[in-house]
């Protein structure tokens, strides 16, 4: 499923499931994260990131980029020659760290966000869950994931994580910033 139509078909879902979702470029300025999804009775909120099956080819643009972030999506494409590979490694720690970065919304859509725990998230085709599964595993990442309707998944990631994936996108913008020409 290509992004664009996983991003719609996600945000109907999740509003279906009672959720709060926010969209970026709608319900907030600027493009990171893709969404943010609000569980009001439980204290807590995600940052998401989407990623469709066209993300993940071999000239993904995820791995393209003359912004901020060039250095970090270098490190990726050196240390997995694997497109995909490195295409997963892009969108968790480039694009999703970044999200998490940006990210400084104390209040949303009248909810205050201060008084809750921030979480990260991803979701993707449900076809490619066997993959993902792999490849966070991997990644030493711990994670749920939930199969909604045989469309997507929906997967959260730990406190301890949410908070290292940006610390990981700056570690390597640093190793590539100061490598040994």
Do not use: H
């Not at 009775?41 to 993940?56: P, Q």
């Not at 085709?125 to 998944?153: D, G, Q, W, Y």
């Amino acid at each position: 499923m290509k992004r664009s139509k996983l991003m719609s078909v996600a945000l109907e879902n999740l509003k279906k499931m009672r959720l709060q979702v926010f969209k970026a470029g709608v319900d907030y300025r600027g493009s990171k994260p893709d969404i943010v999804i609000v569980y009001p009775d439980k204290n807590k909120y995600y940052l998401a990131e989407i990623i469709g099956a066209d993300d993940l080819s071999s000239s993904s643009q995820r791995l393209i980029s003359k912004g901020t972030d060039t250095d970090s999506r270098d490190f990726c494409t050196k240390l997995y020659p694997d497109p995909r590979m490195a295409a997963w490694a892009a969108s968790i720690y480039c694009d999703l760290g970044q999200g998490l970065e940006l990210f400084a919304y104390k209040e949303l859509g009248g909810i205050n966000l201060d008084r809750m725990q921030r979480y990260a998230a991803l979701i993707f085709p449900s076809s490619i869950s066997e993959e993902a599964e792999r490849v966070l595993t991997e990644f030493k990442l711990v994670f749920k994931s939930l199969n909604v309707l045989n469309i997507f998944t929906l997967t959260l990631l730990s406190q301890p994580d949410t908070v290292r994936l940006a610390d990981a996108r700056r570690f390597m913008q640093f190793l590539v910033a100061n490598r040994i020409q």
